[in-house]
C-alpha cells in the first residue's frame, strides 16, 4: 500500500482523533500511539502535528484538557470529548459513511 497523503490524513484528523477520545480521555502521545495502533502502522503522527488540532477542538467547545499527574510521573495535559465535540463526530461519521459508500461503489465498477 502507498504512503497516506498529508492532504488526506489531515482532512482525516478531526475525526479521528474524536473517536479516540471516546474510547478514553488521552493525552498527545497516548494519542499518537493509538491511531499508529489502530492503523496498523499506518498513520505515524508526530506529537507535535496534532497539538494545533487540539487547540482548535479545545477552542471550539469540542473538548476539554487538564492536567494529571500519575504516581512517580511528570504531570500530563490529558483530553476528554465534550458533548458538542460528540455531536460534531456523530455529523462527521455519516460524512465519512457516505464517502466511504461512494469510493466502494467505484471500486465496483469495471476498470
Excluded: C, H
Excluded at 497516548?30 to 496498523?40: E, F, N, R, Y
Amino acid at each position: 500500500m502507498g504512503k497516506i497523503t498529508k492532504e488526506l490524513m489531515g482532512a482525516s484528523a478531526v475525526n479521528i482523533i474524536l473517536s479516540v477520545f471516546v474510547i478514553r480521555d488521552s493525552y498527545g502521545y497516548d494519542i499518537v500511539q493509538t491511531v499508529k495502533k489502530l492503523s496498523g502502522g499506518q498513520i505515524k503522527w508526530s506529537v507535535a502535528s496534532i497539538y494545533p488540532v487540539l487547540r482548535k477542538l479545545e477552542t471550539q467547545g469540542m473538548i476539554k484538557s487538564y492536567w494529571r499527574m500519575e504516581k512517580d510521573e511528570r504531570p500530563r495535559k490529558y483530553y476528554s470529548l465534550l458533548e458538542p465535540g460528540r455531536k460534531e463526530l456523530e455529523a462527521l461519521r455519516v460524512y465519512w459513511s457516505t464517502m466511504n459508500d461512494v469510493i466502494f461503489r467505484l471500486r465496483e465498477l469495471p476498470a
